[in-house]
């Protein structure tokens, strides 16, 4: 069995008496109210959240968006490519057929009749995006809503569907250069 050898290596520290001044520890009180003072006026990193949002990098993935052509079709065909390369399977969705007058709007003949992402399991990873080869889903840089409530974590297709240039084109636009924005990353 291994013994531990302990050596007697220890020294006695031989203390400096306080003089007068250091014992009414007045000088370390001052020292002490500078710097809470020097905190207290400078920029504030925290932000009163929801209220207020922060500004986040171009890398940022949060919420998830669908995406729409210049139509205003929904780019999604349902593949599940997205599915697969998820790694906290948080998608699921069912795919159903295009009909001769819905072609204005489904791009595609396939198109996602329901689509949900579980936002309690995501991770935010991006990866739904990488595999996705109909351009049709993006991270964007807005935050997760919190929610008191499970099931209002999980996004349906209509929660996230960009607004449609048709009806909405400001909405769109702007939704569009988040976006664009991401592919220039
Ligand atoms: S961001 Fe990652 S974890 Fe979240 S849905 Fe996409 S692939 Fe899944
Ligand atoms: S979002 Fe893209 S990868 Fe996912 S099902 Fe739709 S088309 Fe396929």
């Not at 929801?50 to 171009?58: A, I, K, L, S």
């Not at 890398?59 to 205003?72: F, K, P, Q, S, V």
């Not at 080869?133 to 996004?155: E, M």
């Not at 636009?173 to 976006?179: H, M, N, R, T, Y």
């Amino acid at each position: 069995m291994n013994q531990i050898q302990y050596t007697n290596r220890a020294k006695a520290v031989d203390r400096r008496p306080l003089n007068f001044i250091e014992r009414l520890y007045l000088w370390n009180i001052f020292i002490g109210m500078f710097i809470t003072i020097k905190h207290f006026f400078k920029k504030k990193p925290t932000v009163q959240y929801p209220e207020q949002v922060r500004e986040v990098g171009t890398a940022y993935r949060g919420l998830h968006i669908l995406n729409r052509d210049e139509e205003g079709r929904e780019r999604c065909t349902a593949c599940g490519l997205c599915a697969v390369a998820c790694p906290a399977e948080a998608i699921s969705m069912e795919a159903a057929e295009r009909l001769d007058d819905e072609e204005h709007l489904y791009r595609e003949e396939k198109y996602a009749a329901k689509y949900e992402i579980n936002m309690l399991r995501c991770i935010f990873c991006g990866l739904c995006e990488d595999a996705c080869p109909k351009d049709a889903i993006y991270l964007s840089h807005t935050f997760t809503p919190t929610n008191y409530h499970r099931k209002g974590l999980i996004y349906k297709k209509e929660d996230m569907l960009i607004p449609n240039p048709k009806t909405q084109p400001e909405e769109y636009a702007k939704a569009k250069g988040l976006i664009d924005d991401k592919k220039k990353k």
